[in-house]
């Protein structure tokens, strides 16, 4: 099995869900944690874990969502170049994810998949 890397759009190790997660560190510890984690396992056992919740949005955009203490987390991510890119990360409010938070996902994608 090969392990996955996890980078950060657009750099690698910097970015939007990079800065979201730190400032999450501050804010709700366990919860960065929980989603920290998950990271791990998807880098680890990929997209078809049965330890994580991964939703296909089509055309390569997936959605890890994480629910904890009443907030439903969400990153976006594709896989390309043998990497998992970490494109944008929310915290729901309504039922369905803002398609705005979707478009913005899916443009940040094409800066990495052709």
Known sequence: ????????????????VKDYLDELVE???????KLSLDLE???????????????????????LKR???????RIFFCVAKGCVWLLHALEKKSAKTPLDDIRLARRRMRGIVP
Do not use: C, D
């Open 41 to 63: 396992v998807l880098g680890a056992e990929g997209l078809r874990s049965g330890h994580i919740v991964v939703r296909p949005l089509g055309l390569g955009l997936w959605e």
């Open 1 to 16: 099995m090969e392990f996955l890397n996890i980078v950060y759009y657009p750099q690698g190790q910097a970015g939007p």
């Open 27 to 33: 804010k709700r510890p366990t919860a960065f944690v």
């Open 67 to 73: 629910s904890y203490e009443g907030i439903q987390y």
